[in-house]
């Protein structure tokens, strides 16, 4: 069976950022959810993606909803996705960019002005 892109990564630095924005360490947030802490810490070394009944430990930890955890890992997939297909894309990395630094469209007119 194939890996599904990007999810070993999204999960990983998804579940990292949650857990570090609630200021829990890896030893805290195995001990909230009875999963064994170096499986914690190879989700988030990336070496594993979890099962289902651990994403539902972790959101259930993390104070979320399970379906909210799974769609913050997929939008992360598709960030790194993107990001991924940028890099590869030849034009992106030559041509200049007309994005401000957040990734929206400058206006042309404000270009030409400067």
Same mark, same amino acid.
Do not use: W
């Given at each position: 069976?194939?890996?599904?892109?990007?999810?070993?990564?999204? +999960?990983?630095?998804?579940?990292?950022?949650? /857990?570090? %924005?609630?200021?829990?360490?890896? /030893?805290?947030?195995?001990?909230? +959810?009875?999963?064994? &802490?170096?499986?914690?810490?190879?989700?988030?070394?990336?070496?594993? &993606?979890?099962?289902?009944?651990?994403?539902?430990?972790?959101?259930?930890?993390?104070?979320?909803?399970?379906? /909210?955890?799974? %769609?913050?890992?997929?939008?992360? #997939?598709? &960030?790194?996705?993107?990001?991924?297909?940028?890099?590869?894309?030849?034009?992106? /990395?030559?041509?200049?960019?007309?994005?401000?630094?957040?990734? #929206?469209? +400058? %206006?042309?007119?404000?270009?030409?002005? +400067?």
């Amino acid at each position: 069976m194939d890996d599904y892109p990007k999810l070993t990564e999204a +999960t990983a630095a998804v579940l990292t950022r949650l /857990r570090e %924005d609630a200021g829990l360490s890896k /030893r805290k947030l195995a001990s909230l +959810t009875s999963i064994d &802490r170096v499986y914690l810490l190879q989700l988030e070394q990336k070496k594993y &993606r979890p099962t289902l009944n651990a994403v539902f430990l972790l959101a259930q930890a993390l104070g979320l909803p399970p379906g /909210r955890l799974v %769609d913050m890992i997929e939008a992360e #997939r598709l &960030r790194l996705l993107d990001d991924e297909a940028e890099a590869d894309t030849p034009e992106c /990395r030559e041509e200049p960019s007309d994005r401000n630094p957040q990734g #929206r469209l +400058t %206006d042309p007119q404000s270009l030409s002005e +400067t």
